[in-house]
């Protein structure tokens, strides 16, 4: 009878472990996070790759730069947006949570995952190339650090404006929010770039800065995304004023109706 009653006591332990380890909450906040880690790595590796490259053999050219950190963005939200969000950017992830969009639990392990990929991506294109001081990847303030402060609080209140935008009102077009994000990231280097770097985004900035130990202005990144992106999600959500439908708001739009009559 002790002998049953161990066995059955040590099945129920096994069982309880099985199911915790298995859960399907457990099991889907890993591959989000796993997400978070490749999509920022790929998006460091080819954004900040294209800054390095064109450093070193001048291949690439600014407007290229640009090009490609539009692209990067746009192709990884398409490759894994429907299994994290595509977030890359503990900013997005902090003001999605402030405005109920995203979970607090689960910020911490995204901003871990984002720092991860930035760190991995940085160390892998500082080992690939012939990396100095003078081809430094990552962003350094051109001017007064204010200046900078400014650029990065601007861009990054449109990155997340138009985010919020195209991936929280269900009112939109969500197919087209990777082109439009993208093309935002792409807008905002060329305008951003020569000042800032155009971060809008701190694991952009920390993961090289770490790499080469180069912090020239490192606080510059990581109030002005803040600042501006949390802007950016007040802005949009201030002049959101409804979570109806579009088809539900011309469904009884007054005009539509009186159409309808005649």
Known sequence: ???????????????????????????????????????????????CGSVAVNKIYGSVSFPGICVVWGLIVMVMIYSVGHIS??????????????????????VPLYIVAQLLGSILASGTLYLLFDVDSKSFFGTVPTGPHVRSLVVEI?????????????????????????????????????????????????????????????YNGLWVYIVGPFVGTILGGFAYNLIRQTDKSLGELTKSASFLRSKAEV
């Open 85 to 106: 969000g595509a977030h890359f950017n503990p900013a997005v992830t902090v003001t999605f949570a402030i405005f109920r969009h995203f979970p607090y639990t689960q």
């Open 1 to 47: 009878m002790g002998k049953e009653a161990g066995e059955s006591s040590k099945g129920a332990t096994d069982v309880r472990i099985g199911d915790c380890c298995t859960s399907p909450e457990v099991v889907s906040l890993t591959q989000k996070v796993l997400a978070e880690v490749i999509g920022t790595y790929f998006v460091i590796f080819a954004g």
């Open 154 to 214: 601007i861009i990054s209140f449109l990155l997340m404006f138009v985010v919020s935008g195209v991936a929280t009102d269900n009112r939109a077009t969500g197919e087209l929010a990777g082109i439009a994000i993208g093309m935002t990231i792409l807008l905002n280097v060329f305008v951003g770039g020569p000042v800032s770097g155009a971060s809008m985004n701190p694991a952009r900035t920390l993961g090289p800065a770490i790499t080469m130990h180069v």
